[in-house]
């Protein structure tokens, strides 16, 4: 019997990657029979869990998994990753990611001027309420590089990241996944405010206590816990993060770990 | 015209939500009959981003959604979440989650023993190495309380978060997502170890100085820098970050605030 091509995981299963160029003539029906005879040899072989990623040109594939057992890992824009546990042993399939992360950043000039943002849009919209500039780290980003970046394109001002002060993690957030929040550390490297047009409204160099003065950051525990945070390290009574380059050999890419 | 029945997010999009219940009977044509003149409705509203959520026994209409210009946006085992923006504005829809968090537990006796574990499986099956317990923190859970269950689960012994060291971000993990792993530690409530049977080859205290001398300790950058980090912390030259229980307006549920 013909059945999917796939390659061995690491951990006794089969990931099988539809192909969308060769196989946009596949019938639903041919992938279904496919399907059984695969899952019959596989059972055989004592494969584990069986992983079928569906590029979305072949949607149509979907509901034939679905039948034969399958259901949904997770998905990107491009692709949906199906999945079934084949084993008499306990399923031992990994989870989906769980979180998703985010920076703010405070830029301190050498006299203790504080760069703002007023946002265009969310919650804060018309509110003028001054925030730090943040924003959400992109998959594959560093978590120094995205504060950087963000700070870069919400205000054009350039910085270097010094340390993380501070996280904060909270659940339910989005969709039901939970939160990751870093609070770091710039110093700049220019002065000049451009404002971006599509989201802020405005951004300046504010007194620091002006800042911290505002109704909606003396309601809330955190940002008064920062507020000391930011105030204790400027005097050299508290110590955040550094972040050190090094390499991980069970990961592809860099990595960075943070540490005091 | 009939369209779908939907609710507006704060984002002006609108959120479907098909419901297996009342929609097992919906024919796929129907469905896609009715999308397009949601689709046409929507777009005179001025709507932006409009979001699907197709659970998995309705699996037969997500063709009809792709057809019909949306895309996956992110999946759980029991829905997939379609998405099309159908604004002329530049699309500011919110990326899916981006990382997976794993803790590890740094757990001393009063002798200056640590605990650690070898494991059945994954690369250091059959090696010898000792190491520390990690595991994966659950969708929802909080990192302190994620090292707490793993070290009761994985050895049997209590014990209560004292500070988090130290932790590292990765990327292109685990299917191109990002990953976090946050290195704890614990102060043991009980001693008698308990390995689990299922994933732990062997556990036991053992001399932090044996710990630290294995080959693989010794040739990993990260390893040798969280070993100097306990040494510092435990001769009280250096502070990680504690954990401050906390709530955040705008989410539901709590959230740990970690700071030094």
Known sequence: DRILVGRDDEHGGVIVEMESEQRLDLDPRLF????KASISRWRQQGKKGIWIKVPIELVGLVQAAVE??????????AYLM???WLADT???LPANASHRV???AFVFDENNQLLV???KSGRFRGSGVWKIPTGVVDQGEDICDAAVREVKEETGIDAKFLELLAFRQSHRAYFDKSDLFFVCLLEPLSFDIHPQEAEIEAAQWMAYEEYAAQA???KSKILQLLAEVCEARRNNRYSGFSAVSTSADYSKGGSHLYLD
């Open 216 to 218: 909606f950051n003396q």
């Open 117 to 119: 943002v007023q946002e």
């Open 32 to 35: 279904s029979s496919l399907l």
């Open 68 to 77: 034969e057992g399958f259901y949904f890992h997770h998905a990107e824009p």
């Open 102 to 104: 985010g920076i703010g």
């Open 82 to 84: 199906l999945v079934r």
């Open 90 to 92: 306990p399923n031992t």
